[in-house]
């Protein structure tokens, strides 16, 4: 019966996948195959040399992934700030007549018209 591979030749066996997917320039298969959650010091048995290729690899990935997720939202921000100044420069609804007067000014004023018994009151 064939023995399982262990954890460290599966590990050794997913870094090489990686270095031929970097050698080969793609990427995205790295990225699918799990380029950045991967631990290059936990593939052991590979030269130094290529340990530290798959290190720089998966931290230049992580690095765009961030500055990524800082352009989005800067972007978000800016649209958001945008909106709220455009928001404060529409002038508002116009309304049918006069302007409205605040509620305890109206108030005042229809007490003031009820006294002097004039017009509207």
Do not use: C, Q, V, Y
Request: charged share 35%.
């Amino acid at each position: 019966m064939p023995r399982s591979p262990d954890a460290s030749t599966r590990t050794d066996e997913r870094a090489r996948t990686l270095l031929r997917l970097l050698d080969a320039d793609d990427l995205d298969a790295a990225i699918e195959a799990g380029l950045a959650d991967f631990d290059a010091d936990a593939a052991a048995s590979l030269p130094a040399a290529d340990r530290d290729r798959l290190r720089a690899a998966r931290d230049r990935l992580l690095a765009a992934w961030a500055a990524r997720e800082r352009h989005r939202s800067r972007n978000a921000r800016l649209a958001r700030r945008a909106a709220e100044r455009e928001a404060r420069r529409t002038p508002p609804a116009a309304g049918i007549g006069k302007p409205r007067l605040p509620a305890a000014a109206a108030a005042a004023l229809a007490r003031a018209k009820a006294r002097a018994g004039g017009p509207g009151a």
